[in-house]
């Protein structure tokens, strides 16, 4: 079963980009077809912002965005803000009727 | 609007059980694909177990023999049966709807405290 590795922390300054990597243990490309993104404010429930590894729900801000090569899943935060200021999970479908998250990463806007 | 509400939380001593739901409007439980998925204080979040709207279910293996997932569907309400519970299962637990048979979360709950204690 893979496990997804992201960074404990990343921060920027307001207005820059900052990218979040999800890496997993599984060398196939596909295994990572189904990636998802969440994030979580202190104190709620996780809020989904990126589906099948690159698409965005209706409501989600378009500065955020999300790319995959091999088996490393990225999201990008454009014009970083302070409401950015969050944690984020990486999830994985692993192929037997279960999911995988990330160990999660604390975006710091300085 | 979709909305799920988690209540059965708790302090419960470790051996004991407890029984969560999760009331669901807006869409029908009965015919989604519905998961339970935890966080424990301070860490990440963890999936603990998925019903498909077959009633097919699947656990973590940390949970395999102790927690059943079920639903109501007359009532459009999921459920998770934890027995035997563990320190370890400290946690918050959100009840959260699945798309597709392998796809994302797309709305959660606010979550249920759960603390196993003495």
């Known amino acids: 079963q893979s496990a997804l590795t992201q960074p404990a922390s990343v921060s920027g300054s307001p207005g820059q980009a900052i990218t979040i990597s999800c890496t997993g243990t599984r060398s196939d490309a596909e295994s990572y077809k189904f990636v998802s993104w969440y994030q979580q404010h202190p104190g709620k429930a996780p809020k989904l912002m990126i589906y099948e590894a690159t698409k965005r729900p209706s409501g989600v801000s378009n500065r955020f965005s999300a790319s995959k090569s091999g088996n490393t899943a990225s999201l990008t935060i454009s014009g970083l803000q302070a409401e950015d200021e969050a944690d984020y999970y990486c999830c994985s479908y692993t192929g037997y009727s279960s999911w995988v998250f990330g160990g999660g990463t604390k975006v710091t806007v300085l | 609007e979709v909305q799920l509400v988690e209540s059965g939380g708790g302090l419960i001593q470790p051996g004991g059980s407890l029984r969560l739901s999760c009331a669901a409007s807006?869409?029908?439980?009965?015919?989604?694909?519905m998961s339970w998925v935890r966080q424990a204080p301070g860490e990440g979040l963890e999936w603990v177990s998925l019903i498909y709207s077959d009633g097919t279910t699947y656990y973590a293996d940390s949970v395999k023999g102790r927690f059943t997932i079920s639903r109501d569907n007359s009532k459009n309400t999921l459920h998770l049966q934890m027995n035997s519970l563990r320190a370890a299962d400290t946690a918050v637990y959100y009840c959260v709807r699945v798309t597709t048979w392998n796809g994302e979360f797309d709305y959660w709950g606010q979550g249920t405290l759960v603390t196993v204690s003495s």
């Open positions: 807006g869409f029908t439980v009965g015919t989604n694909y």
